[in-house]
């Protein structure tokens, strides 16, 4: 009997004892199978998680910010031990102390499916294998995926520490609204850092990585509640909060940015611009589009915010005031349902809805609009963000006679007299509060409208090149193409001075006399007659009043004698164009070639600093997550800098190294011609500052693009104005009277902050008194409003009396300047041997601006 016992107990003994035997065999194959070929996790103690690109001021502040995952890094010991806590009373409140899997979690989470049969299934993940799973495994539910997972679990406990464990975690999770990690949550939510949430807001961050749209602050607002207290329970519990903090905590509303009881941090960033989306698309290009957005970049801008205000502002008022002046009134081709009409809440939120610029504040803010209805000689609208009552909404007749509504096929309607002649029930519009300019005092609704014409603006440092405002269009929010760099347009006869250089550099001088006469030329395309803009001939004219008044012919001659594989040198020595870019037509030297406004503003930065080359940047320094320098444009060497304090009335010294890319005297006399051109040239009427200024106007053929770039001591600034789609702006365009009010303005502003003085004039420079009608020399005591002090070359003998032709026919008696201004036309022979008229003098009126003819 007793043998039979022990028998007995010794099968059971020797069962159990095989089974244990050949289940933990089982167990360990199954584990050595699926632990074969793992990724390695050795890989996460370097790991460095994407976060956020950033786009400083000079000041320091946030303008812009890039990221394909919103993340904010914080190490661990900058994480508030409140903040972990609560994560860990959330999702594993076992986790300083298990090994990476917690048995006693998966056997309670196995009990309570086996008990629901099957309804309720809940994960027993620990915070380590969440780690593993977001890391190195797929997100699949699935048993396979489930061994890798506590396979990878305990390997990396032996690897990394529980605090770096924790660190990849909560910088790692997703936690709704495109946050990632808990600091970026935590400026999404409440608009805070880590270190000052409250108890509630850290726990309701802990809630979130279950399922974030389930416990959504405004929709989900009971459950999020709830579930935030069970988080708060479980942080007393762990000891991570006191009772009376817990008693607190849970009776706190959910207050948060979603719900409207913070202001957003987005509020706090300026809209996005021109300016940073360009500095996107740069880095993109230099350290690759990954690296930019997940990268951690800090970079710091050369953008003066208050300037490039000024630009926005001058660019929209020069596009704006010609929009008008055409007055034509375009429908934005938005339009709500009328069955939103009659409910507030309805319209309201449809329109918010409607994709249209909100980033215009041109006068003032600029805001869209629905119309509600239109009735005798008065319109009402819904205005987006506006519920004062005592505001109004309200379009009267006097506001809309300026326009004439364009039809769907492209005709016009008659001039408005009552707001119904342009407006439709159901359009969305653009309004802005008329205001007094006295005290700012609301007169009225005025109805806006975004110009189909566009532009491009930019300024920047001539010494340094840092680009300091940067405008590509009327509105960002309308057309992200940027207008100033990406678009290439025609440059018109703001290339001009680029010849001149040449010719400059190649013997001539200010007082060359160059013979404006007809041309004609045989092409492959067929016979070319360029025309100066007056469509009038000039005789012999000094090179100086050539650039100053814009002559086609006189450029043509200079380019033919100087030769364009000269002047092609020159426009990509300056960056005009790239290498070998400039194809050597003599077309091109009116500026027929396309190019950038970006290019052409950097080149003229060259004829203000006297010659050196410069690099325009919109980006002052890059640093690396981790602070590391990685780019910095600024490449001078400062000698002094290295010492704590110098000596009173000391400047460090800085040394530059730049390449001379004109001659320091060329640059002077082009500048001082340059000069002229705002003095008494094509830009007299338009541009007038209280310091300096040089410039050029540009007016391509048929006034499809016009131009104005200019510059001061030590600021350059460009504009361009015309149609996407190249078309005429129209009888009388010209890059003067568009592009030189833009230029102004801005610049007016610049000088009050930058100041401005004299150009530096060489240390070689010997000064003549020359008449500028004529060329002729004068006495060194000559005075009167004809005569300038040109600079020539020190040594250099000029001569005088001797005129170029470019090498074209003409007619063998034809006279100096002076003799045609007061004798009738005269007949001249061209290259083809036929007949022309030089017209005896110019209508100073009919001087423009010059460009392809």
């Not at 309308?478 to 400059?504: I, M």
């Not at 083809?832 to 005896?840: I, L, N, Q, T």
Request: proline residues 4%; charged residues 25%.
């Amino acid at each position: 009997m007793l043998r039979s016992i022990f028998s007995f107990f010794g099968a059971i003994f020797s069962s159990v004892t095989l089974a244990l035997f050949f289940g933990a065999l089982t167990i360990g194959a199954v584990f050595w199978m699926y632990g074969r070929d793992l990724p390695s996790h050795e890989s996460l103690a370097q790991y460095t998680p994407p976060t956020i690109s950033r786009i400083y001021s000079g000041e320091g502040r946030v303008i812009d910010e890039f990221a394909r995952e919103r993340r904010l890094f914080s190490p661990a010991d900058e994480i508030p031990e409140l903040v972990k806590g609560a994560f860990i009373s959330a999702e594993d409140k076992n986790f300083y102390t298990h090994a990476g899997y917690d048995a006693r979690g998966m056997a309670a989470a196995a009990v309570d499916a086996v008990k629901s049969r099957g309804s309720d299934v809940r994960g027993a993940s620990t915070i380590t294998q969440q780690v593993m799973k977001n890391f190195l495994l797929s997100g699949d539910r699935s048993a396979e995926r489930k061994i890798k997972e506590l396979i990878l679990a305990t390997r990396i406990e032996d690897t990394l520490s529980k605090d770096k464990i924790l660190e990849l975690y909560l910088n790692e999770i997703f936690l709704g609204q495109n946050s990632y990690g808990v600091a970026a949550a935590a400026q999404t939510y409440f608009n805070k850092g880590l270190s000052e949430l409250t108890v509630s807001e850290a726990a309701y961050l802990a809630v979130l990585p279950k399922a974030p749209s389930r416990y959504h602050p405004v929709r989900q607002v009971e459950r999020a509640v709830t579930r935030r207290n069970f988080v708060l329970r479980e942080m007393m519990e762990n000891g991570y909060i006191t009772r009376d903090q817990y008693e607190l905590a849970k009776e706190e509303p959910l207050r948060t940015v979603q719900s409207g009881d913070y202001e957003g941090f987005k509020a706090q960033l300026p809209d996005r611009d021109y300016f940073t989306d360009e500095i996107r698309r740069q880095l993109s290009r230099d350290f690759g589009e990954d690296e930019f957005f997940s990268g951690g970049m800090s970079v710091r801008a050369t953008v003066d915010p208050e300037m490039q205000v000024e630009a926005a502002d001058a660019l929209q008022r020069g596009l704006e005031a010609y929009d008008r002046n055409i007055g034509i009134w375009r429908p934005t081709g938005k339009t709500l349902s009328e069955d939103v009409l009659g409910d507030e809440a309805a319209w309201r939120e449809a329109l918010s809805n409607v994709d249209i610029s909100r980033d215009i504040s041109l006068e003032n803010k600029w805001y869209p609009a629905v119309v509600l209805s239109v009735s005798g000689d008065s319109a009402r609208l819904g205005i987006e963000g506006v519920t004062d009552p005592e505001a109004g909404g309200v379009i009267a007749a006097n506001d809309v006679t300026w326009a004439r509504r364009q039809n769907a096929d492209g005709s016009t309607s008659r001039q408005a007299r009552v707001p119904s002649d342009l407006l439709k029930v159901g359009e969305v519009v653009h309004v802005r509060r008329m205001t007094a300019d006295a005290d700012g005092r609301f007169i009225r609704w005025t109805l806006r409208q975004v110009p189909e014409v566009q532009g491009g603006f930019m300024a920047m440092d001539v010494n340094t090149g840092r680009v300091l405002a940067m405008q590509g269009g009327f509105s960002y929010q309308h057309s992200v193409f940027n207008r100033a760099t990406q678009a290439k347009r025609q440059p018109g006869s703001s290339f001009k001075p680029f010849v001149y250089a040449a010719a400059l550099d190649s013997g001539y001088t200010p007082a060359t006399i160059v013979v404006d006469a007809p041309i004609e030329i045989d092409t492959p395309q067929g016979l070319w007659r360029p025309q100066n803009a007056s469509k009038q001939f000039y005789g012999p004219t000094p090179v100086r009043t050539g650039i100053e008044q814009s002559r086609n012919l006189m450029t043509i001659r200079l380019a033919q004698e100087t030769g364009m594989d000269v002047v092609g040198d020159y426009a990509e020595r300056f960056g005009i164009y790239g290498p070998d870019e400039m194809r050597r037509f003599l077309a091109n030297s009116l500026g027929s070639q396309e190019t950038t406004l970006f290019n052409v503003v950097a080149a003229y930065a060259m004829f203000a600093n006297g010659g050196e080359r410069v690099e325009p940047t919109l980006v002052d320094r890059v640093q690396d997550r981790f602070g590391r320098t990685v780019y910095k444009h600024d490449q001078r060497i400062c000698e002094d800098c290295q010492f704590a304090s110098l000596e009173a009335g000391f400047a460090p010294r800085i040394t530059s190294n730049r390449e001379r890319v004109l001659d320091p005297i060329t640059a002077y006399q082009l500048t001082s011609m340059l000069s002229g051109v705002v003095e008494r040239g094509t830009a007299r009427s338009t541009v007038n500052l209280s310091v300096p200024v040089a410039g050029k106007t540009g007016t391509t053929n048929d006034a499809k693009d016009v131009w104005f770039v200019g510059f001061t001591s030590n600021i350059v600034a460009g504009c361009y104005i015309g149609h996407d789609t190249p078309r005429g702006l129209g009888r009388g365009a010209s890059g003067g009277g568009m592009c030189g009010p833009v230029f102004n303005q801005f610049m007016t502003k610049a000088v009050e902050k930058y100041g401005g003085g004299s150009f530096d004039v060489p240390s070689s420079c010997q000064f003549l008194k020359i008449d500028r009608i004529t060329g002729a020399r004068l006495p060194q005591d000559a005075s009167g409003e004809g005569i300038v002090s040109e600079c020539f070359r020190e040594g250099e003998e000029p001569l005088f009396g001797v005129t170029f032709d470019g090498g074209f026919a003409m007619g063998s008696d034809l006279p100096l300047f002076d003799d045609v201004a007061e004798a009738t036309s005269r007949e001249v022979t061209t290259s083809s041997g036929k007949k022309a008229r030089v017209a005896p003098k110019a209508s100073f009126g009919s001087l423009s601006s010059g460009g392809l003819y």
